[in-house]
């Protein structure tokens, strides 16, 4: 039995804009087995968390998702909104890059994680809720948790916040984590020790993540595979030392070179141009406009991944006519 | 919290004493000395030398201010001028009047908008929808008197199914008797309320339906009725403002309203005693609506504090 817990074939998804379909998410295959990490890494804009809410399906309702998903062996796809409702929050959980936002001011952190394991486990009694959920709180290293829970969000620091948030979202012991920049709105050492959090969990759990971020630092400390994606596409897919160290992707080279390292001074290297928005796309490959190394069948074609190695693809025209 | 509280009382009772101080100049401002309304013109200059040193019209502004803040502090607003019945029984009987009218009206209006306006924020293409948009239209345009003559030239002129002025059946002092006609001024003074709460609760919960915490208990597996429950608790705070400011606009009696349809109320009062020049009961009803509306502002604030947990510090 093979061990992938999450799967897409063709993943797209576009919004209805007046009459317009625009496309967010297009063709995009990517899979995740047990117990690893796969951060997608992009800008704001890429379709990143487009993506990840397609395979939960929490987009607003004029969104159409095409193409397949598959999440241990079921079609995403095809379930109806209540066997959805039964997954989310149970076998799949999610986390968000503003804890604040994400939770109820009107309702204390702990009601809210007893709430979640009552409408996934309906035979638990509230104050066994109350008991998993305090157990919940210590595993995500939240000091005096009895008191805490009693604690409403806005009065709790970021990063006690957000381990609330994760505390919830274990709390049906999920297959598949999906986390949308988990640690962007947090301050460089608590945002460590919440990637450490992570990985300690994966460890005990088996559990697998998803993580989308921006931040190329954040992927390089938890990824197994990396998947850099740009104007809704996959550019390049692969084991995170490939994809860092042997990018075979002009974007992924611009990215890598925009990081500011340790001694430079002076003028950051930015790529030139905007990246394109989801209403302006170019009908080629999506960085056409912004790569040094555009030609002619750049700017008309979409490229496709290409095998770089048997765990390793770049979607670039450049690198298939190399191969040719 | 203590401190938010003392601080909200602290300007309640400052905004009070502004009052105060407007309701007294008022009465300065008024055309004509006030003696004239207690003396008849053809009254001996003695008699009226007597009667102005009896009401002390004599003694400088800020004296006869403080005198009658004092008595006012007591309750003692004198006799009326047109009738010489106590003031304060003429006023807590149209207040009392008054309350029913603005309680029927409210709850009407109320129950009405919270149904409308949630079923519209959720369903914003439905029939309802629109009815909700007609009634939050129609009801903030129609000037209440206006609408007070329609009610009157359908129910009461054409169909002949409701009374059109007072309380009561002469002789029938029963609820329903009561009930009857409260309808129709009650549908007048609280379309405006109905208008305006539709659009505030449609508003408010649609605009808490696109909070990103949303997403998220849809992403942890909640049920739409669960989800609900969340949203309505979010528009709660600001509902629970906007339907005590109503509230309070309709205590302070609606003139037009209860004129047309003589429902014995505050501002009925408020009317014929400016007419009759009857100053104690204008100055005494205006001041008792003041000090009702600011309680309730006053009330509402820290019912706020109690349902919103970001104001409790």
Redesign the interface.
Known sequence: MSDTIVKTTDLSVAFKVKKDLVPAVRQVSLSLEKGRTLVILGESGSGKSTYMKAL?R?LPHDAAIDGAAEFMGEDLLLKNEKEM??????RI??I?Q?SL???????KVGDQVI??IR??RKSVSRAEAREQAEQLFVKVGIPSPRERMRT?P?ELSGGMRQRAVIA??LCCSPYLLLADEPTTALDVTIQKQILNLFLELQEKDGMSIMMVTHDIGVAAQVADEIAIMYGGIIMEYGSTREVLEEPANPYTRALIAALPKSGDRGRLVAIDGQPPTIVSMPSGCPFSDRCAYATQICKSSIPHLTPVTQTHQTACHLYERKEE | MIRVILKRIGLAFLTLFGVTVIVFALLQMMPGEPIDSIVPLDASDALRQAIIEKYGFDKPLYVQYFCWLGNALRGNFGNSVSDNRLVLTIVSEALHNTLILALGASIVAFLLSIVIGVYSAYRPKSILSWVGTIFGIGGISIPNYCLSLILIGIFSVTLHVLPSNGMYFSGDYSFSSLLRHLILPALAAGAMTLGIMTRMVRSSVAETRN???V?????????EP?IMR?VL??SFPTLLTVAGLQFGYLMGGSTMVETIFSWPGIGLIIYQSIFTSDFPTTQAAILIVAVIFVSINLIIDLLRIVA???LRK
């Open positions: 939960l929490i409702r039964e997954l989310r929050g149970d959980s999610m968000y503003d936002s994400a939770l109820d001011p009107m309702y709430e979640t409408a996934h409403y806005h919830m979202s | 909070r990103s915490f997403t998220t208990l849809r992403a942890k597996g909640l049920s669960a969340h608790r979010n919103d947990p970001r």
